[in-house]
């Protein structure tokens, strides 16, 4: 695991997390044509699985979360959201140290000690110098700290049984974003499998998304979404003596920082 893979990047005002595999990719072999009737069968049964999905997601613009990612345990994040406040805490633990933000309104904070020459105290940081893939944002479709729709965006097959949602979804198809994220590793392919990696999902009693969970397989780690304490009251304090950041820090920020 490399460190910009460790670091990544932090979007819609959350921890991106990444992980970079490195098993080579070799040729899959081309599933054979169903018929159309069994196609049209999958698709449909699929469409109502992710509908459901999506609607689970609901509740990010409507009451605050708590938001959990684990990935191989080794990155880890834990959030809490209000967007409807625009009130967030979030912390990232990775190998060599931590992140942490908290927002309130348009203010960002950040302490962390993975980046160089920047300190290990609070800073305020000026929106307008974070490159676009940091994307601290309260805005809708930018403001979820798992990353759900980016994992929903890439699933392939799936089925629902009640609550419970399994299928499989295409790692390498999952955008650059807060929550889980796969990179493939120094040779630039990723593993076998990774396009149809399997997922299960689980919705609670109101419908909403509790838990997004990737076994660890065909070269990706395990990795976990999870949803919790809805409509928690989240309160941020203003960190005392937070400096203005300097300027060696957001060329480390976003998908391109941290070498």
């Known amino acids: 695991m490399t460190r910009r893979a460790t670091l990544a990047g932090i979007s819609a005002g959350l921890l991106l997390l990444g992980c970079s595999v490195g098993a080579p990719t070799k040729s899959e072999p ?7 009737s069994a196609a049209s069968a999958d698709a449909t049964t699929t469409a109502e699985a992710i509908g459901l999905l999506r609607g689970g997601t609901a509740f ?11 990935i191989a345990s080794q990155i880890t994040s834990l959030s809490h959201t209000d967007n409807v406040h625009k009130r967030l805490t979030a912390k990232v633990a990775a190998p060599g140290g931590a992140i942490e933000i908290r927002m309130i309104d348009d203010e960002v904070y950040m302490k962390t000690s993975l980046f160089r020459g920047v300190g290990d105290g609070w800073m305020v940081l000026d929106p307008a110098r ?10 809708p479709g930018k403001n979820d700290s798992g ?16 609550p419970e949602i399994s299928g499989t979804i295409d790692a390498t198809r999952i955008a650059a974003g807060n929550g889980i994220s796969f990179r493939p590793g120094p040779d630039g392919v990723f593993p076998d499998g990774a396009r149809r990696h399997a997922f299960r999902a689980s919705l609670d009693t109101e419908g909403r998304l509790v838990s997004f969970l990737m076994p660890e397989a065909s070269g ?15 309160t941020v304090a203003r960190p005392p003596g937070a400096i203005t950041a300097p300027d060696a820090l957001y060329p480390q920020l976003g998908l391109g920082g941290g070498e």
């Open 130 to 139: 974070v490159p676009s893939d940091f994307a601290l944002s309260f805005a």
């Open 30 to 36: 081309r599933p054979e044509s169903a018929p159309v």
């Open 220 to 234: 990706l780690p395990n990795a976990s979404l999870r949803y919790s304490d809805f409509g928690t009251t989240v």
């Open 60 to 70: 990010v613009n409507q009451t605050s979360y708590r938001s959990d990612v684990d």
């Open 147 to 162: 990353g759900s729709g980016r994992l929903i965006d890439a699933i392939v097959t799936a089925r629902a049984d009640g």
